[in-house]
């Protein structure tokens, strides 16, 4: 379901209108810093993990996933996938959804660094060709207490946050250091990587 109108462009001939596979609020902020008119639709998709899959295999699937999912009726489209996901010592970190969920992981991920991967999709609906990356950044925790997790958690209720943090917001009272060629990364939509894709599709930003 398309949540607003948009305006469109014109690439080779073709009505083009550029839409976000994507319900996250955080995303949608992050698109509107292009100053491109876009609307958001829901790609409602399995997200589970399939057997024998790298954290890398995940996100570059389920970004793809989400573009193609609501491709077929969306014609003369530009539709951007995208998923995350946090690993620590090799395992993946999903949405916590739980506040015990939440505690558990911030107590794993206390002193470590995290990588978060995003996977990122820019498909065609014009010629049918997806481009798909994925982009990683990387924050090293700070060694936190019991207390702070808490407090933390019941502050900014991160549930549905890869790694139980929210990036934007309060979350970086937890980081040491962040490590990464593109900060939008770290909140799930790699801007400087989409702007590369979209002139490649014919939609320069600037």
Do not use: W
């Amino acid at each position: 379901m398309i949540h607003q109108p948009v305006d469109t462009m014109t690439i080779m001939n073709h009505t083009i209108q550029l839409l976000l596979a994507s319900t996250s609020p955080y995303r949608k902020i992050l698109l509107e810093k292009l100053r491109l008119p876009f609307s958001t639709v829901s790609p409602n998709i399995d997200e589970n993990p399939l057997a024998q899959e790298s954290p890398e295999q995940l996100v570059a699937r389920l970004a793809k996933a989400k573009a193609l999912a609501v491709a077929p009726h969306n014609p003369n489209s530009l539709i951007i996938g995208s998923d995350q996901v946090a690993v620590v010592d090799g395992q993946v970190l999903g949405k916590p959804q739980t506040h015990e969920k939440a505690t558990q992981q911030l107590k794993r991920a206390s002193g470590k660094r995290i990588t978060l991967l995003t996977g990122l999709c820019l498909h065609s609906t014009v010629n049918h060709k997806s481009q798909v990356e994925v982009i990683p950044f990387s924050v090293v925790m700070r060694h936190l207490t019991e207390t702070q997790i808490e407090n933390y958690l019941r502050q900014e209720q991160p549930y549905d946050c890869a790694g139980s943090f929210k990036a934007e917001g309060l979350g970086i009272a937890l980081f040491e250091s962040l490590e990464g060629n593109d900060p939008n990364a770290l909140i799930g939509l790699p801007l400087i990587r989409l702007v590369r894709m979209l002139e490649k599709a014919g939609m320069p930003v600037i």
